[in-house]
């Protein structure tokens, strides 16, 4: 059974920083890409980073471009997501999910982000 | 960027009834649409993909269709459990991956 666990969200002051982590079993990690999805409170999902199974190709959505970094260590079956200078608008659940031709077929439970003074 | 524009809002329907959701694309994406469910703090659940094909375990009365840029949800019976939120989502042309604002389906 495929399952994506997040963990390292909490409260943060504006302009701080969190580091995010995502860590898989139940299939072979190394051969999937993976995203990082998150969500506001009362929003739709917004699809924020993808990163490819060898960490060759990385894609960001404009709204964190130079501010979030997507890596993963395949030895460790896990996914991580670097967050710099945070705003209040980056209040929101994060989830990683499994990359399925671009089919969000899993997601892990999610952890919650507070940027807030 | 392919905006997703979901439609109603909110439906309010009751139990036993047919629920008909819709989403629409600011261009085409082919049949790479997919539908996913949110319950109150729970993740995004699959429940279409390709525009039309069932994820793993979604129950029959859960079906999709369109193509293109307009899409369509249809719940045949509402069941107490299909109460929640529904997302649609465009895998056609990314980055970025783009989803709709949702559409919350509420007991009449």
């Known amino acids: 059974e495929v399952q994506l666990v997040e963990s390292g969200g909490g409260l943060v002051q504006p302009g701080g920083s969190l580091r995010l982590s995502c860590e898989a079993s139940?299939?072979?990690?190394?051969?999937?890409?993976m995203n990082w999805v998150r969500q506001a409170p009362g929003k739709g999902p917004e699809w924020i980073a993808y990163?490819?199974?060898?960490?060759?190709?990385?894609y960001y959505a404009d709204s964190v471009k130079g501010r979030f970094t997507v890596s993963r260590d395949n030895a460790k079956n896990s996914l991580y997501l670097q967050m710099n200078s945070l705003r209040d608008e980056d209040t929101a659940v994060y989830y990683c999910?499994?990359?399925?031709?671009?089919?969000?077929?899993?997601w892990g439970p999610g952890t919650m982000v507070t940027v807030s003074s | 960027e392919v905006v997703m524009t979901q439609s109603p809002a909110t439906l309010s329907v009751s139990p036993g009834e047919r629920a008909t959701l819709s989403c629409r694309a600011s261009?085409?994406?082919?049949?790479?649409l997919a539908w996913y469910q949110q319950k109150p703090g729970q993740a995004p659940r699959l429940l279409i993909y390709?525009?039309?094909t069932r994820a793993t375990g979604i129950p029959a009365r859960f079906s999709g269709s369109g193509s293109g840029t307009e899409f369509t949800l249809t719940i045949s019976s509402l069941q107490s459990e299909d109460f929640a939120v529904y997302f649609c989502q465009q895998y056609d042309n990314w980055p970025p991956l783009t989803f709709g604002g949702g559409t919350k389906v509420a007991i009449k």
């Open positions: 139940g299939f072979s990690f190394s051969s999937y890409s």
């Open positions: 261009q085409s994406v082919s049949s790479h």
């Open positions: 390709g525009a039309s």
């Open positions: 999910t499994r990359v399925d031709t671009m089919i969000l077929f899993h």
């Open positions: 990163i490819i199974s060898s960490s060759s190709t990385i």
